[in-house]
């Protein structure tokens, strides 16, 4: 069984920073790619960011030089660090990881969410 769990949400003000962790636990072999999605109310959930296994990234045009995402590999953790928030970020986010466990076998999963909330 393979876990994943958000953590750093909150309230902030427009134009302030907030740091999204993403923790994933369990039976892992290795840890393919992992992405941050998002989803506002009455909306359809989006990409945020992705890293791969080779520390390549890539954004959503939305976000892009606002938004940086990292990985500790050692600490099977992503990170999402956000600035300049705008009140269009507000949003659930989630964490996605396709892993393969110690089995070999290849899934994707989901984090439970964090909600971001920035006040304008």
Known sequence: QVQLVESGGGLVQAGGSLRLSCVASGNIFTINRMRWYRQAPEKQREFVATTYSDDNTNYADSVKG?????????????????????AEDTAVYYCNALISDNQRVTRNYWGQGTQVTVSS
């Open 66 to 86: 606002r938004f940086t995402i990292s990985r500790d590999n050692a600490k099977n953790t992503v990170y999402l660090q956000m600035n300049s928030l705008k």
